[in-house]
């Protein structure tokens, strides 16, 4: 069974920064896009950014320029830094599998925008 455990939100004001991480247990992520989603409240979940196994990105418009996301594959983790955070950036905050063979999703990690 792959667990995904994120971690690394909080609360931040407007124009900060903040580093999440995504551990996985149970299978190695090398081989593996990986994804960053959100979900505001109220909201469904969206993309923020992926990254494929050569370590190619993607970014969502909205973060694009502010958000950047890497990979440790001999720590199975994969990290989103986030800077300039805006209100709009307010949600949970969720890794997984970009393919559709998505595993069981963690319980996500607040960030918090606000002044």
């Known amino acids: 069974q792959v667990q995904l455990v994120e971690s690394g939100g909080g609360l931040v004001q407007p124009g900060g920064s903040l580093r999440l991480s995504c551990a996985a247990s149970?299978?190695?992520?090398?081989?593996?896009?990986m994804t960053w989603y959100r979900q505001a409240p109220g909201k469904q979940r969206e993309y923020v950014a992926w990254?494929?196994?050569?370590?190619?990105?993607n970014y969502a418009n909205s973060v694009k320029g502010r958000f950047t996301i890497s990979r440790d594959n001999a720590k199975n983790t994969v990290y989103l830094q986030m800077n300039s955070l805006k209100t709009d950036d307010t949600a949970a905050y969720y890794c997984?599998?970009?393919?559709?063979?998505?595993?069981?999703w963690g319980q996500g990690t607040q960030v918090t925008v606000s002044s």
């Open positions: 990254i494929t196994s050569g370590g190619s990105t």
């Open positions: 149970g299978s190695r992520i090398s081989i593996y896009s």
């Open positions: 997984n599998r970009a393919d559709s063979s998505i595993w069981p």
